[in-house]
Structure formats: structure tokens, C-alpha cells
């Protein structure tokens, strides 16, 4: 927005100063008067006009807003709402007293009136610090240029203005806003703005013009790769996003997720059983038969359990279950009274010093075995337990034969049968009793073991 520029007149100044050395108080600004002229005013070194009254005054306005904005710059706004038309080649501002206190003139009129509303605003430009003792009619409906510290009006931004993105003084609409942003939007060639995708749009892998945070990556590519996933390599190193799974502890603020995914914990209830098996409460808990679990508590749990001591899992509804000191054991009986809050965790590969660290299972030099969970073909197998080696009896296809042999004094024995056809009058034929050999190991290949965190 174009700033009108007046200047100070000789009588204004003097009136200022006359003003302020009798201590009369500041000079009022109470009219702007127009007129059909044009002129140069010219302006001494201070900025000061020697003019008293414009050339040919046409049209007078006692009805005028502003404020002093700073110490040289006052604003002044005028509203005419008569059906009057009329050009403006000069400005006069006058006081209270009918001073000329400021005037300005141009080449041409630097505003035509039709019949409609005028809306005039200007500003009053001075040197130093002579607005200080200055005040002006406020009839509320001064417009000031609007500025980062100040109120006002400005300009509307074209298009064109928006898009380049280097006009300081004009405002922005919403619309051209918009428009600007959609131009901006970002392709595989191009930077700019793209909407952000939800979930369900990530998972499904068919938009081509949202984009992914962090966040929604990592959730999906736990569908794919989830966190406590046991993985061999042909590295001597684990992979970026893996650990060797070595046994070892691990930081509990390092691994937040792989801690979540291995160890299970919450604040659970305890019932006073006698003389039933006691119920421990854990809504929705997802621990099934045969997982260990330990309690720790902030005072003290019933008679029959003791803190930090392993008991397992023998039986289980959705929101509780019952404990014994063995697999498959005999659930345990509480009495007696309990007080504080109980913690459960249920922590396979062991919780480490229970609040920095934690366990991961050792792979190194372990096969894997499907956990029998409830199956009943590994019965009471507790879930992440080792198991050592059983012997397998192997007797090859090609082991002679043989019959037993009854002795006269009753006692019997085997005996080799040779040149054996299935026609032979033999019965209870069959290899030895005892076996050829042992195997437990099939052919393998040593690879490194890791789990994902």
C-alpha cells in the first residue's frame, strides 16, 4: 500500500513549539481540507513547507481518525460517505486553532471520487522528534498500514505476488494460498507437499502420491520383520536392526521394543485362596501354559509365594490364571494377608537386573523345536527352555538276524539265522536287542543366529 506523504508547515511547527514551551498541551488535529490544485511543495532542509492555506480549496472534512504511530510519523484517516464526486490534487491538515499544520500537493489528483464511499488514508512524515506533543480526533475508524508490530490495512497479494514470494507489505489470502501450495506438490522429480498417508493406506501399498512418516513404516515393516524374530546369517556380524542372539543383557532404554516384545509385565491382583488354588488377575494377559512368571511386589504377597521366585503357568482363563513351582505342577494356595502393589513378569530368557537391563535367548549352538504349546507331544515343555540331547537307536536295514532259542533247562538265548527266506519255518524272528548305534545329530551348517530388535 503507497504511503501519502505531507509536510510540515512553518505554522504548524511554530504551533507545536509554542505549545509545548507554555505548557498548553499537545496541538490537536481536527480537519482535512482538500482542493483541486497541484503543486510542488518545496520542502527546507528540516523538511519544512512555507505555506499557510492550499490554492483552491474545494471540500472540508471535520470528520477524521488517526493515531500518532511514533515519534516523526502520525497517521490520518478520512471517510466521506456522500454521493459527492471529485478529484484530489492537494491536502492541508489543520488544528484545533486553524492552523495549517501540514500540506501536500502532487502533479496529478492522486484519487478520483465517484459517488460511492472514500476511504482516504495518509501519513504525516516529519524529522526528529517533533510529533511528541501531537494528538489526533479519534472517531474510530483509523487504518493505519498494517506492519509486524502495528494493526492496519494492506494491499491483497496478486497471484503473481503469492507464487514469487518477495512482497513483504501485501497480504495473502487463503484461496491464493491454496493455489500456491497445490503448485508445490511434491512429485518423484520435484520437492514441494504431499498429504500425509494413514495406516491403512501404508499397509495397503497401493498410493503412489501419499507420503509415509517413520512411524507408519516401522508398524508396517513389523508385519514383515517383527521385532524378536530369530534370524540366521551368513555374516560374521549381526545386520543393522539385529543382536546376536548370545544370551547376553541388554539395555532396556537401547531395546524398548525388543523388551516388549520378549518380557510381559503388569500390575496384577492376588486372591487370599485357602482352600483353593489361588487366581491371579491379569486382564487380557497373553501368557499361555507352561510360561514362567515371578512376582515382585512394593510391601508384601500372600503366605505362599515369595518375590522374585519362578513359578509356571498350569492353568489359564482370558483374564487370570493359575501357578505352580513346577511344570505342570500342583497350584499353590495362598493365605494368610497381603498388602502393597504385586507386579507379574513373565520373562522366558530372563529380566536381567529387573530395571536397566534384560535377557535374550542364546542360540549359539542350538537348534530350534516348535514349541509344543499345549500339543501334548512335548508335555510341560516350558516356552524359551533348553533340552538336551536324547539317544536314538538306529539299526541298519542290513543287521543279521536272529530267533530265540529255548534251552532244555528253560533258560533261552539268541541265535543267527543265516540264508533267512520268508518261507523259513522260524517264528519270532528279529534283530538284536541291542543297538548297532547312536545318532542325534543331523548334517547342518554353523551360520550366525540374531534376533531383530
Not at 162 to 167: E, K, S
Not at 255 to 280: E, R
Not at 317 to 325: C, V
Request: some cysteine.
Amino acid at each position: 500500500m503507497s504511503t501519502i506523504v505531507l509536510y510540515l508547515t512553518e505554522a504548524g511547527l511554530a504551533e507545536l513549539v509554542h505549545n509545548e514551551s507554555m505548557s498548553l498541551g499537545p496541538v490537536q488535529l481536527t480537519a482535512v481540507h482538500i482542493g483541486s490544485a497541484h503543486w510542488t511543495p518545496a520542502p527546507d532542509g528540516d523538511g519544512i513547507v512555507a505555506v499557510t492555506a492550499l490554492v483552491t480549496e474545494t471540500k472540508i472534512f471535520s470528520a477524521i481518525s488517526g493515531m500518532v504511530l511514533d515519534n516523526n510519523r502520525v497517521h490520518i484517516t478520512v471517510r466521506d460517505t456522500s454521493t459527492d464526486t471529485y478529484g484530489i490534487g492537494e491536502i492541508g491538515i489543520f488544528t484545533s486553532t486553524g492552523t495549517l499544520f501540514a500540506v501536500g500537493s502532487w502533479g496529478s489528483d492522486i484519487i478520483t471520487k465517484g459517488a460511492g464511499i472514500l476511504l482516504l488514508s495518509f501519513d504525516l512524515v516529519v524529522s526528529g522528534n517533533a510529533l511528541t506533543s501531537l494528538t489526533v480526533t479519534d472517531l474510530g475508524f483509523s487504518n493505519p498500514q498494517a506492519t509486524e508490530t502495528l494493526a492496519g490495512v494492506a494491499e491483497l497479494a496478486t497471484q503473481t505476488e503469492t507464487n514469487a514470494g518477495t512482497d513483504d507489505q501485501r497480504m495473502v489470502t487463503p484461496l491464493k494460498l491454496k493455489v500456491y501450495v497445490n503448485q508445490l506438490q511434491a512429485t518423484e522429480s520435484a520437492v514441494g507437499v504431499a498429504e500425509i498417508a494413514t495406516q491403512i493406506e501404508t499397509n495397503t501399498g497401493t498410493d503412489d502420491q501419499r507420503m509415509i512418516t517413520p512411524k507408519k513404516l516401522k508398524a508396517i515393516l513389523q508385519m514383515f520383520v517383527p521385532t524378536g524374530l530369530i534370524q540366521a546369517f551368513a555374516t560374521l556380524v549381526a545386520p543393522a536392526g539385529y543382536l546376536v542372539a548370545d544370551g547376553s543383557l541388554q539395555s532396556r532404554t537401547t531395546y524398548p521394543d525388543l523388551l516388549a516384545a520378549l518380557i510381559k509385565s503388569t500390575d496384577v491382583t492376588i486372591n487370599i485362596s485357602s482352600p483353593s488354588a489361588a487366581d491371579i488377575t491379569w486382564n487380557a494377559h497373553p501368557l499361555q501354559i507352561g510360561f514362567p512368571v515371578k512376582f515382585k511386589t512394593t510391601s508384601s504377597l500372600p503366605t505362599g509365594l515369595l518375590p522374585n521366585t519362578t513359578y509356571y503357568i498350569v492353568s489359564k482363563t482370558t483374564n487370570t490364571f493359575k501357578i505352580a513351582l513346577t511344570p505342570g505342577g500342583t497350584p499353590i494356595i495362598t493365605s494368610g494377608s497381603q498388602s502393597g502393589l504385586h507386579t507379574a513378569i513373565s520373562a522366558p530368557f530372563g529380566d536381567g537386573d529387573g530395571s536397566t537391563t534384560f535377557g535374550i535367548p542364546d542360540m549359539r549352538g542350538e537348534f530350534v523345536r516348535g514349541w509344543d504349546f499345549g500339543r501334548g507331544i512335548d508335555i510341560n515343555r516350558i516356552f524359551g527352555s533348553f533340552q538336551a540331547a536324547s539317544a536314538i537307536n538306529n539299526i541298519p536295514r542290513d543287521a543279521p538276524l536272529y530267533v530265540d532259542v529255548i534251552n532244555p533247562d528253560g533258560t533261552s538265548n539268541e541265535a543267527q539265522i543265516t540264508n533267512y527266506s520268508q518261507d523259513s519255518n522260524y517264528s519270532n524272528v528279529h534283530h538284536s536287542t541291542t543297538p548297532i548305534g547312536q545318532f542325534v545329530r543331523p548334517r547342518n551348517i554353523a551360520l550366525l543366529v540374531c534376533i531383530k530388535y
